[in-house]
């Protein structure tokens, strides 16, 4: 199994990256998907999750309107385009497979176990 993310970079405040993440060694078509954050001193949370196949999405209050997650399934690849971003979005950003309870609207994605590296992201002027 393996998930690799790419990626990330330095960009400057109302900028734009587009997070990759190519996954192999699995069923890619039959797993739910999502990008989580960790910066420096602060614990992990989740960003943004979807669903295998039918396009349900959640993101987190904080990137929501600025996010956009997706997935191309004959790529075996998820995506998370990040536009307006803000200097509180640096952290390593990493792809990992989760379980979902979308009846669970605050937080509907845990990790079920598959991780991708991290790809650090850096908003700065």
């Known amino acids: 199994v393996q998930l690799q993310a790419s990626g990330g970079g330095l960009v400057q405040p109302g900028g734009s990256l587009r997070l990759s993440c190519g996954a192999s060694?699995?069923?890619?078509?039959?797993?739910?998907m999502g990008w989580f954050r960790q910066a420096p001193g602060k614990e992990r949370e989740i960003v943004s999750c979807?669903?295998?196949?039918?396009?349900?999405?959640y993101y987190a209050d904080s990137v929501k309107g600025r996010f956009t997650i997706s997935r191309d399934n004959a790529k075996n690849t998820v995506y998370l385009q990040m536009n307006s971003l803000k200097p509180e979005d640096t952290a390593v950003y990493r792809c990992?497979?989760?379980?979902?309870?979308?009846?669970?609207?605050?937080?509907?994605?845990?990790?079920?176990?598959?991780w991708g590296q991290g790809t650090q992201v850096t908003v700065s002027s």
């Open positions: 990992a497979t989760v379980y979902t309870a979308w009846t669970n609207s605050a937080n509907p994605c845990s990790p079920s176990g598959y």
């Open positions: 060694g699995f069923p890619f078509d039959y797993y739910a």
């Open positions: 979807m669903s295998s196949n039918d396009g349900t999405t």
